[in-house]
């Protein structure tokens, strides 16, 4: 059983999300919300999501996991204003997804979840944790990308710093404590190199936070956090690091 | 002796419904205003498009017929504001049209009308008729092309409906009487399967109207109605079924 | 040495003009404002562009001449609204302009000046000057692209004019003397027919003019000259005339 209705905004956030990742999704729903995590084809990035009842306007679920295609996802959302609402139905017996947006109606066949693993979140210690606007950081990485295809991601106690240095220019993006919303960092200094593609990607999918929370340690996976709907749900990213070829 | 002036969002709308069928068109205009039909290359759909002189700033027109280029009109078009004025003359000696907008003139060369034959609206009979708002069926449409490349239309006394079946995913559109502008049904049920294609492009081109009506009978065409120009224009298409192999 | 800084909207109007002609570009700067001459590579046109101290916010500079992609900038241009203000700095040892906006430093490396020649203006009298809305100028740059590749500019001591002839169809935007800004014509009538593409692309980037000033002389180089940054800087093109094959 699960029925759910939320503004369209909110299911653009996380498709958003998702798509920067994989095609295909597996739901886990709950009765206090739901959640969903993801790894790339080629096993670089990591993404875990969940959204709590709060962010529906009605929400009704017992446990059960939903294979997702998120291209139709995608094309749902084209046929909804952003204020629109979406409700969604299980059909069990159909094994499809109902969706209805005012008096139309879209039956969408799941996908079969058997093949996806659960992936496990690894635990991971991170002596820095910088907070700052999701603009600021959008902005960097706009620049970056117009110089080279990596970035890397710096912090000290002081301050944090993006760069991307391609074969003649330099883009960097440097915040200093003030400038930031946080910045905690016990080490003198840590530093690693990130795929911009992937990064960016991330990043973009933050468009709508006001803050994203980069935890960072040198040569080592990057995490990203930032609230969507409106705090009624979060996003973490895990992306690894490029490794330096000197 | 032809010379008209129209806004430009008026001659927007007249072409958004030619350029669904045809490329050229044989206009006939008169002293009370204009009309044309047009059959598209396949013979499956058919237009009849009148637009009377209470559609223009000022009109004076004597019996003509005047063969147009619809993608030279379109290029004229993107020359002017919604609410930019156009003024049509007819330049006999030069078998051109000439247009106005502003201190800009195009003269236009009038296409050859003397192959293109004088189509007959089809006498037809419906048991059904719908009157539909004209979002409501655009976005149905929309949903639909996501799905599949044909759709159903079914009505009953007390419902509408609208579907498409892919391989594994169903949209439907569903209104009931109260839900509808307008609904008559003599029959129990009525359904016939459309291309998409073509009633999509169709229905598209009601996107500037308040309703649209549909016609409706088993098997057998389809009729679109909608006003154009604030009620100073009218537009009837006819597209024939798709017969359903079984 | 060089500092300078200014809104968004002055770097834009700038490089409109100056990717109109060339990739590259050769910027002279001094105390009092800078200034950039370039020709296209098949030599029909050339551009002059000068902008003057109070076009900027703030502005140092010694005389320098500075190699700049023109891509490059358009980059930077994209990480901007058009409001934000821009900081360049040079960067001498690095040889590198800097470009700040917000916390985000680009730094671009120059390009070689060495192999670019001075360009001269030619001296050139004109007997037409024609001052038009560069709005009206630019529609009628659109419509006549639909039709031809080519436009005839012709003035009298009464009109302005400009035409452009297709196989079929013809386009023409004629203003009279109190229709114009300003005209001064001293001969019975001047005409040159000019590329359209070169054309268009100079009228398109006045678009942010009140008016464009034009001088005329039959089978001659057309001068277009208007404003840019309120009034603090000025732009020329020269475009050779195309000769009529009889």
Chains 1, 2, 3 share one sequence.
Do not use: W
């Not at 790339?40 to 929400?59: E, I, N, P, Q």
């Not at 294979?67 to 299980?90: M, N, P, R, Y």
């Amino acid at each position: 059983m699960f029925e759910a209705r939320c503004k369209a905004d909110v299911l653009r956030t996380v498709i958003d999300a998702i798509s920067t990742l994989v095609d295909e999704v597996k739901l886990k729903v709950g009765k206090d919300g739901l959640s969903l995590r993801a790894v790339d084809a080629a096993r670089v990035a990591m993404l875990d999501l969940t959204l709590s009842k709060g962010a529906f306007v009605t929400y009704k679920a017992e446990d059960r996991e939903l294979g997702l295609d998120v291209d139709k996802l995608k094309e749902v959302l084209k046929l909804a204003q952003s204020e629109d609402e979406i409700t969604f139905t299980l059909d069990e017996e159909g094994n499809r997804l109902v969706i209805r947006i005012g008096n139309l109606v879209r039956r969408m066949s799941l996908v079969d979840t058997s093949a996806m693993a659960d992936a496990q979140m690894p635990k991971l210690e991170f002596p820095a944790t910088i907070a700052i606007p999701a603009s600021e950081l959008e902005r960097g990485v706009r620049a970056s990308e117009a110089v080279a295809d990596h970035i890397e991601l710096r912090a000290t106690p002081q301050q944090f710093e993006l760069a991307a240095a391609g074969d003649t220019d330099v883009v960097n993006l440097a915040l200093d404590k003030k400038q930031l919303t946080n910045l905690r960092c016990s080490e003198n200094e840590v530093r690693s190199l990130f795929s911009l593609d992937y990064f960016g990607h991330m990043v973009k999918a933050a468009k709508g936070a006001s803050d994203v929370t980069i935890s960072l340690r040198t040569n080592y996976p990057v995490k990203l956090d930032f609230d969507i709907a409106g705090g009624n749900g979060h996003v973490t990213f895990l992306l690894a690091p490029r490794i330096e070829s000197e």
